[in-house]
């Protein structure tokens, strides 16, 4: 059973905005299956709320309650669900689990203000559990809400806390059985039985990241969420990483990627005590998986904005990260590529060895005296680091964003292309069904078409980032013990096929 328990009335709140009749009405609507009204140390009697319900367009089994949020001196504010009177503000939690032993006290939104709750507090004897996830928290102090919630294990409630309809119902909270008066709800929070309703899965991350995508809420009316990604880094150094992706992240929200249709992921904090970073969770889908359900026409429409994300980020000219970042790491991940082979005593070894050398003296001759050649780009520009969604029904709302600025650096635009060029032909690889829909060409023309500034032979620089490309998903296919597989001899035919055309 999924509960609204945290919402203030303009009948009986002055801090809010908002009647009962249209909160109810509203979280009826996005799906909730009940409202906890919970104004300011006041208890809805029994005939209001038969008059609320004579006022509204709701079923007789949508669950409506009061409880009441109380402020207490020794926690501050706190949920009180099962109190049959309403109790002063000032009153003690020791009075009020005297005068009502059998209501459950919640403590209310105890992190914000970047509030660190003590475990002692969190387990206060006069409490039954915390509410983790609310309005008044921001994304980071919710995210430490959680993992205090993972660690300590008490018991936890989500409450939107609202004021006004606008956010009214984004933080509900699931019930493990029904329940149909505010002595059962009490009771069953008193047994633990219930938790924030969210979605927490796991997304594929690196030996030194494990990755989380948080979503809150019934995802109804309109899908208005809460999303967030938190990345937790194994060490110091994976840390520091993030945080300086996030500052190249936020920089380019600053040059028109922040809203609209073209986006990047909000930056929402970081903590270096936990060795966390978290960002916006973007709504919609991978561009791969867009291509693969997508019809021709709408496929290629896809195809064609994310090659315009890509042009307008490197018609920016930006230089956000020291050009020197870019030719130091770039010869430290082709020679960790390579050394995969090596490993392996691959037989395809000396073919991949010969394509590095290519690819690395193509780019040491044209760039290292040509810094001025080098644009911040994305580093790793391909179907699965791009998602196309939109903010309504309406077509005209539909944006493309990319995510995974882990390599992101001052570098040769080429590079995005070649990458996205050599991953699109390796994604959708045996995918014949794709390639009949749209093919790669669409993406370069389209590029071509928006992008500015472009060298006279951006297109043999293109080909030589296919090429390098080709190492990196060579490596990948050896991780996943595909080294003598038919895929990878392919793949290095290819990077040899690109390379054979700087000749030409």
């Known amino acids: 059973m999924i509960l609204e328990m945290h919402c203030h009335t303009a009948e009986h709140s002055d801090c809010s905005t908002v009647g009962a009749a249209g909160v109810v009405q509203h979280n009826f609507d996005i ?10 140390h006041y208890v809805w009697p029994p005939e209001e709320i ?8 709701v079923p007789d089994h949508y669950l409506i309650l009061s409880g009441q949020e109380v402020t207490t001196p020794e926690l501050g504010d706190v949920l009180v669900y099962g109190a049959d009177a309403s109790i002063e503000k000032g009153t003690s939690l020791e009075t009020i689990r005297t005068h009502f032993p059998g209501a459950a006290i919640i403590w209310a939104h105890p992190y914000r203000h970047e509030n660190i709750p003590s475990r002692d507090n969190l387990f206060h004897s006069l409490i039954l559990g915390v509410e983790i996830f609310s309005s008044n928290h921001t994304v980071a102090e919710g995210d430490r ?12 409630i989500a409450g939107t806390d609202s004021h006004a309809l606008s956010y009214a119902g984004l933080y509900p909270t699931i019930f493990d059985h029904p329940v149909s008066t505010a002595a059962e709800l009490a009771s069953e929070v008193r047994a633990g039985r219930c938790r924030p309703f969210f979605k927490e899965i796991p997304r594929s991350g690196s030996t030194s990241t494990q990755v989380t995508e948080i979503t809150i809420g019934t995802g109804s ?3 208005i969420r809460e999303r967030y990604v938190t990345k937790k880094h194994k060490n110091l150094a994976a840390w520091r990483s993030a945080a300086r992706r996030a500052q190249v992240m936020e920089e380019i ?6 809203e609209g249709r073209f986006r990047v992921p909000k930056p929402l904090g970081n903590d270096q005590d936990s060795l966390t970073t978290l960002e916006e969770g973007i709504r919609g889908k991978t561009l791969f998986d867009r291509l693969v359900e997508a019809e021709p026409r709408e496929a290629r429409n896809h195809l064609e904005m994310a090659a315009e ?34 490993r392996t005593d691959n037989r395809h070894t000396r073919k991949a060895q010969e394509i590095m050398n290519k690819v690395a003296a193509f780019e040491t001759s044209l760039y290292s005296k040509h810094p001025d050649k080098l644009i911040q780009g994305h580093g790793d520009f391909h179907p699965k680091n791009i998602f196309i969604g939109q903010d309504s029904d309406d077509p005209s709302s539909r944006f493309v964003a990319a995510i995974d600025f882990g390599s992101s650096y001052t570098m040769p635009p080429a590079f995005d292309v070649g990458t996205f060029l050599a991953q699109f032909r390796n994604q959708f690889y045996g995918m014949q069904e794709v390639h009949n829909k749209v093919s790669e060409t669409v993406f370069l023309q389209r590029y071509l078409n928006e992008a500015r500034q472009l060298d006279h032979d951006f297109l043999r620089q293109v080909e030589v980032f296919r090429a390098r490309t080709s190492l990196s998903i060579s490596y990948y296919l050896i991780k996943l013990e595909l080294g003598e597989s038919e895929n990878l001899w392919r793949v290095l035919v290819e990077a040899e096929h690109h390379l054979t055309r700087l000749s030409m």
């Open 309 to 342: 994300w890509l042009a307008r980020l490197h018609n920016c000219r930006l230089h956000i990260a020291p050009p020197e970042e870019f030719f130091s790491d770039e010869r430290r991940r082709l020679e960790f590529y390579l050394s995969a082979f090596y």
């Open 31 to 40: 799906g909730l299956q009940g409202t906890v009204l919970t104004d300011h």
């Open 145 to 156: 809400g959680l993992r205090d919630w993972h660690h300590l294990k008490f018991t936890a």
């Open 221 to 223: 009316g309109g899908d």
């Open 50 to 57: 038969a008059e609320l319900r004579r006022n509204i367009k």
């Open 253 to 258: 929200r600053r040059h028109g990627f922040g």
